[in-house]
């Protein structure tokens, strides 16, 4: 009697234990099935924050661009200079440093003029121009792209405005940056003897030595006077 029970209770206790290794098994199968896998939910939200971050780079690269204004760097700061992107017709203005101490590449993306400790660069072209500072050999990166839309263009004179180019001046001309409705006159000169390029850009009306010069679309437009076997020319840069 007593072996006939302990047999009865192992075979009970057997029983019971295979009962629920099945169902952990089962519910363990179920969960796997349900959910994914901890490195796949990983790899998701790596690639997530990876969109996200490139989304973000792009939105602040596109934001990052100034428009024709004056933007101010000192030489005197150490270390390197950032780059810029600043619109077509801006002027980046580099303050503390001496005469013979800047030189742009190429040439024809900036016109630069020096006095009182200070360079001034207008951008009259666009693509990219690199300003090297003799100090150290440093160099400043700017883009120069057309337009950048929604930002200011305070370096450029607005619509209705005149400027005045004097042929009668001894100084060398600055590359001035009009707004599309300001005119540009070269006084002082007879008549036939201006030229613009490109010549579709702007129209010119002589009267009384003075060719006063309106623009009909955004363009960067070469000027040349010729007076008494002495050319000059100068870019003027045009913005909306």
């Given at each position: 009697?007593?072996?006939?029970?302990?047999?009865?209770?192992?075979?009970?206790?057997?029983?019971?234990?295979?009962?629920?290794?099945?169902?952990?098994?089962?519910?363990?199968?179920?969960?796997?099935?349900?959910?994914?896998?901890?490195?796949?939910?990983?790899?998701?939200?790596?690639?997530?924050?990876?969109?996200?971050?490139?989304?973000?780079?792009?939105?602040?690269?596109?934001?990052?661009?100034?428009?024709?204004?004056?933007?101010?760097?000192?030489?005197?700061?150490?270390?390197?200079?950032?780059?810029?992107?600043?619109?077509?017709?801006?002027?980046?203005?580099?303050?503390?440093?001496?005469?013979?101490?800047?030189?742009?590449?190429?040439?024809t993306m900036a016109d630069c003029f020096y006095a009182a400790g200070t360079y001034q660069c207008r951008l009259i072209r666009t693509g990219s121009v690199r300003l090297t500072l003799a100090t150290g050999a440093r160099e400043l990166l700017v883009r120069v792209p057309a337009t950048a839309p929604g930002?200011?263009?305070?370096?450029?004179?607005?619509?209705?405005?005149?400027?005045?180019?004097?042929?009668?001046?001894?100084?060398?001309?600055?590359?001035p940056c009009l707004r599309l409705g300001a005119t540009l006159r070269v006084v002082n000169l007879g008549p036939g003897l201006l030229s613009a390029t490109p010549a579709d850009a702007v129209t010119c009306h002589y009267e009384a030595g003075v060719h006063a010069c309106r623009f009909r679309r955004p363009a960067s437009v070469v000027f040349t006077a010729t007076s008494d076997a002495t050319t000059r020319s100068v870019t003027a840069v045009v913005v909306r």
């Open positions: 009697m007593r072996i006939s029970w302990y047999r009865h209770r192992l075979g009970t206790a057997v029983l019971l234990g295979l009962t629920l290794l099945l169902a952990d098994t089962a519910g363990a199968a179920t969960a796997a099935a349900g959910s994914p896998p901890i490195a796949t939910s990983a790899a998701r939200a790596a690639a997530t924050a990876t969109s996200a971050a490139r989304a973000a780079a792009t939105a602040t690269s596109a934001t990052a661009c100034e428009g024709a204004v004056v933007h101010e760097v000192d030489a005197a700061q150490p270390g390197a200079l950032p780059p810029l992107c600043i619109a077509v017709g801006g002027v980046v203005r580099v303050v503390n440093t001496g005469p013979g101490s800047l030189v742009a590449q190429p040439a930002q200011p263009s305070t370096a450029c004179s607005p619509a209705g405005s005149v400027v005045n180019l004097d042929t009668a001046e001894e100084l060398p001309w600055w590359s």
